[in-house]
């Protein structure tokens, strides 16, 4: 960890000059909400939350504060699930709520350009009004913002067909942490010049720069969608099922999964009894296409194959009432979970497809071994896995003595199964001493060289992702 300076009164009052008195927030109740994000437990309170409204007054706060040595935290929404925009360290909050216009829908080159505070749900249905889609879609579409995405590398249930944030990005405004601004990219689909600096600072978690201005591909939006929903006796067979449904060359739009205990879990939320509650997997698949007739084929076929593996039915919804009644139990696990126990942790793993059951197996023991009940559901295309380890009623001393040894016997658990830490949700600072197991030492020591090359202070969000920062 570097060494600070203090936010003087007279540094505050050099913050009110750039982004107005209105903006620069000091009073403990006012910053209370900026000093969480979603991770359970967590918290730190800022020195002050400023809250920006363009590049020039970014540049001017980044300036100050690396002259002077104050930690900048950058925050969009605050919907993160890994510590990234909580300030450890205390100094500003730097909040991008005020940069919140969509710039252009481009329907010629088939582009949008976006400030960071847009919530990613409100760039989707633009993009929609003018017949374009935008894929990625992560679970908080509805309230977090495009920046957070680009923070993250955002992906969600599309991600198998569709791909991930960094697919579809294709220009950023940023500003560096020592104040400078840069333009990477703009409205190109082929673009060569020098590093893949979009690459480097997408999934980056704010550590390298403030994203000021984002420019996204778009595509025609499929005319056609229908969703299934499969259950099936046990998670081997739904897996298998999956796979044999891609070798068939059928590439559903999602593919989610859902374990029974994360369903019950949901039934309590929304106090009602789900679709084949007693069914210990259930395959949520939703098709797209040009073509009613193709879709109509897709699903027949996939009907053969999942009947090869003991599926109990398959459910099929073409109407929005009916495909927002099979969504409602997968949209409400992560919320209904976290009511049944709100200390809880967390995670998302991801392991190579074929892997899920063993996966699952090894967790069965773990759950057994530690006493804790753990529910996992996820993006099955993908071998993303949201795992989520519970205290439920279990004493605090229980949970704060053991539950990290279980987190590291997970983490254990996914490598030696050929996975990663994180699929979506980043390292932040609740993964941050896992990245080195993950991680070999010659890739870690070079991402260390480029943070400490871009931002030698340790001043642009630090405590996130490296051990002893």
Not at 134 to 160: H, K, T, V, W
Not at 272 to 301: H, M, N, S, T, V
Not at 392 to 397: G, R, S, T
Request: charged share 25%; proline share 6%.
């Amino acid at each position: 960890m570097k060494n600070y300076n203090q936010l003087t009164p007279g540094l505050i009052s050099r913050l009110k000059e750039i982004a107005g008195d209105r903006f620069v927030i000091t009073s403990a109740d006012d910053m209370e909400p900026y000093s969480h994000d979603e991770t359970a437990t967590l918290k730190a309170m800022p020195w002050a939350v400023v809250k920006p409204e363009n590049t020039d007054q970014i540049s001017r706060i980044m300036q100050l504060a690396q002259n002077e040595k104050i930690p900048v935290t950058p925050r969009g929404a605050g919907t993160g699930l890994s510590g990234g925009a909580v300030p450890l360290y205390g100094g500003i909050l730097l909040s991008t709520e005020r940069l919140n216009k969509i710039l252009e829908i481009d329907t010629e080159n088939l582009m949008a350009v976006t400030q960071p505070g847009v919530i990613t749900a409100e760039l989707q249905r633009a993009a929609e009004a003018k017949g374009l889609f935008y894929p990625p879609d992560p679970a908080s579409l509805e309230s977090c913002f495009i920046g957070g995405n680009i923070a993250e590398n955002s992906g969600g249930p599309r991600a198998f067909k569709y791909g991930v944030t960094r697919h579809y990005l294709t220009g950023l405004e940023v500003v560096w942490p020592d104040g400078r601004v840069s333009r990477i990219g703009g409205k190109l689909i082929k673009n060569v010049a020098g590093y893949d600096l979009l690459g480097l600072v997408c999934g980056s978690e704010g550590t390298l720069a403030v994203v000021t201005e984002i420019t996204v591909r778009l595509i025609p939006r499929p005319p056609v969608e229908v969703d299934l929903l499969i259950p099936f006796p046990s998670i081997e067979k739904g897996v298998t099922a999956v796979t044999e449904i891609i070798k068939e060359r059928i590439m559903p739009a999602t593919m989610e999964f859902m374990e029974l205990k994360s369903v019950r879990a949901a039934e309590a939320f929304l106090k009602k009894e789900a679709p084949y509650r007693d069914a210990p997997a259930q395959l949520l698949i939703q098709l797209d296409g040009q073509d009613k007739a193709e879709l109509e084929k897709q699903y027949e076929k996939i009907g053969e194959i999942v009947s090869n593996f003991d599926a109990q039915d398959v459910l099929v919804a073409e109407d929005k009432t009916s495909k927002d009644r099979l969504w409602e139990v997968r949209r409400a696990i992560s919320e209904a979970i976290s009511v049944k126990s709100p200390v809880l942790k967390k995670d998302d793993v991801v392991v190579p497809r074929a892997k899920i059951p063993e996966l699952f197996h090894r967790l069965a023991d773990l759950e057994a071994k530690y006493g804790f009940e753990i529910v996992s559901f996820g993006h099955i295309g993908d071998g993303n896995v949201h795992v989520n380890i519970l205290k439920n009623d279990k004493a605090i001393e229980e949970w704060n003595a053991r539950a990290p040894e279980l987190m590291k016997e997970i983490m254990s658990t996914v490598l030696s199964l050929g996975g990663s830490i994180t699929g979506e949700h980043g390292v932040g600072c609740v993964k941050k001493d896992f990245l080195p197991s993950a991680i070999d030492p010659a890739a870690l020591e070079l991402m260390r060289h480029i943070k400490e090359t871009l931002d030698p202070n340790y001043v642009l969000n630090p405590g996130k992702i490296f051990q002893n920062c």
